[in-house]
């Protein structure tokens, strides 16, 4: 689809002509959403809307928040600030379309994903995890509802030499938030879904409710073909049940505590199942998380949850002396070695959405909207979305020339902590916004053809 803009060897061209190519392709990016979008509003929304994208990843960073007079200022220009916050709070509060056009528009690009890599006989991974959003100074704002503060709960942990803070949890107003990111074996992932969801009021929904209708979504676009990655907050006899319902295949990181059978009658818990039994191999393990090399060992053993009378395997990686083993319920079949390692690796892959989670939450000001009617609000954080999305596309190997020019030329660092990071999309963002900045690219007039075209 980018054949036509060259990635090969970018320092040949000036900076004005690579801002103008980065910005064709976040148009051909926009295009299929902008597209449906014209079909419901006025061109001149669609023109706000892409704008608005391209100024979010131009000039929000952790310092400034998602706020609509500064995002009018920069839409327009400082002096004409009203009017361009008129413009995108007419976008927003127009009944003419929803959010579920966005939604539609990520579910699309995840099924494409899904069938490009299973064409390449690979395996697709859907990792799901859950949040919130904390609008703690915030009362009487649309939907908001009680969440416990991740926030508090980090600054409660225990400093040595400092007293014991109190060890209540902290609840504020605030929203729940859910996502799936898919991504294969190596490479950067792709943003399926995010959805936010509250307890109260007019928009009340419960956590049964989204994750039930998530799982159905799933297996209906994308069948078998997608091996599901869960966390210890999934873990359950009733999620358990639900997946092999629907003949999902999974990997659940298990509790040590929760029980499970062992030859099909003895009932123990999962750390007294694996006590004692020798590890098939030993290997040495990259941690992306902390940068380093560790040995880990790996134990397969076949299991059946009491609640689920189903062949299911328990997957334990020892990752020696120090780190907690990782309990893995499965129901992908381990015959071998390979197919345990491959269990292990996979669900190592899940620490990419930890990394959505910081980056939109500091990096976009998720948290920061302040617009009072639900509907408007899940419009700009889903817009948000959508250039948080557009820089995962800029990770893809075929823009690794792009990516080089951009951290050489625009956000040089010399720290070899910098220098070496694998996927620097802090910096990535930031060298593409100083380029913007320095050389304004003409509107897009590709998008500009497809409009046309499509009307």
Same mark, same amino acid.
């Given at each position: &689809?980018?054949?036509? @803009?060259?990635?090969?060897?970018?320092?040949?061209?000036?900076?004005?002509? &690579?801002?103008?190519?980065?910005?064709?392709?976040? #148009? +051909?990016? $926009?295009?299929?959403?902008?597209v449906i979008l014209n079909q419901h509003l006025d061109k001149r929304f669609v023109q706000t809307c892409a704008q608005l994208v391209e100024v979010i990843i131009t000039f929000r960073d952790r310092c400034h928040a998602l706020l609509l007079s500064e995002l009018g200022a920069y839409l327009d220009s400082p002096a004409h600030a009203p009017a361009g916050t008129k413009r995108i709070s007419n976008l927003l509060r127009s009944p003419k379309w929803d959010s579920s056009l966005l939604e539609r528009f990520f579910w699309d690009r995840a099924t494409l994903f899904v069938n490009q890599v299973k064409e390449k006989d690979e395996d697709v991974l859907g990792i799901w995890d859950?949040?919130?959003?904390?609008?703690?100074?915030?009362? #009487?704002?649309e939907g908001l509802c009680p969440v416990r503060s991740s926030k508090s709960r980090r600054l409660n942990r225990i400093k040595k030499g400092y007293y014991r803070p109190p060890s209540a949890p902290t609840f504020v107003p605030g929203m729940h938030w859910i996502a799936i990111l898919l991504c294969g074996r190596q490479g950067p992932p792709l943003l399926a879904h995010m959805r936010w969801w509250t307890s109260r009021g007019k928009y009340a929904s419960n956590a049964r409710q989204?994750? +039930?209708?998530?799982?159905?979504?799933?297996?209906?676009?994308?069948?078998?073909?997608?091996?599901?990655?869960?966390?210890?907050? @999934? #873990?359950?006899?009733?999620?358990v049940t639900e997946c092999l319902e629907l003949h999902l295949?999974?990997?659940?990181?298990?509790?040590k505590d929760y029980q499970l059978f062992?030859?099909?009658?003895? !009932?123990?818990?999962?750390? &007294?199942?694996?006590?004692?039994? !020798?590890?098939?191999?030993?290997?040495?393990?990259?941690?992306?998380?902390?940068n380093c090399w560790f040995q880990a060992g790996v134990v397969a053993l076949p299991v059946q949850h009491p609640e689920?009378?189903?062949p299911l395997w328990l997957v334990v990686s020892r990752p020696g002396k120090g780190r907690p083993p990782w309990y893995l319920l499965t129901n992908e079949e381990i015959t071998t070695e390979e197919d345990a390692w491959r269990v292990v690796f996979a669900y190592a892959r899940r620490w990419q959405i930890e990394m959505a989670w910081r980056y939109n939450?500091?990096?976009?000001?998720?948290?920061?909207?302040?617009?009072?009617?639900?509907?408007?609000?899940?419009?700009?954080?889903?817009?948000?979305?959508?250039? @948080?999305a557009f820089l995962l596309t800029l990770l893809d190997d075929k823009y690794t020339c792009w990516r080089e020019w951009l951290l050489t030329t625009w956000c040089h660092?010399?720290?070899?902590?910098?220098?070496?990071? /694998?996927?620097?999309? @802090?910096? $990535?963002?930031?060298?593409?916004?100083?380029?913007?900045?320095?050389?304004?690219?003409? +509107?897009?007039? $590709? +998008?500009? /053809?497809?409009l046309e075209n499509s009307g």
């Open positions: &689809m980018h054949s036509q @803009y060259s990635t090969n060897e970018p320092e040949t061209q000036t900076s004005s002509q &690579m801002a103008e190519q980065i910005q064709n392709h976040l #148009a +051909l990016f $926009l295009a299929p959403f902008l859950e949040s919130v959003l904390e609008k703690a100074e915030s009362i #009487a704002l989204e994750e +039930l209708w998530l799982l159905q979504r799933c297996m209906h676009l994308w069948g078998a073909n997608v091996l599901h990655i869960f966390d210890r907050g @999934y #873990a359950g006899g009733l999620w295949r999974f990997i659940l990181r298990w509790t062992e030859h099909g009658h003895l !009932k123990k818990k999962a750390w &007294m199942i694996a006590r004692g039994k !020798k590890s098939w191999s030993q290997r040495h393990v990259w941690d992306a998380r902390t689920a009378h189903h939450k500091s990096e976009f000001g998720f948290e920061c909207p302040r617009l009072w009617s639900w509907e408007n609000r899940v419009k700009l954080l889903l817009i948000a979305t959508l250039a @948080y660092r010399t720290g070899k902590k910098c220098r070496e990071a /694998t996927a620097p999309l @802090y910096r $990535l963002r930031t060298a593409l916004s100083r380029l913007w900045l320095a050389f304004p690219p003409p +509107l897009m007039g $590709l +998008l500009q /053809t497809h």
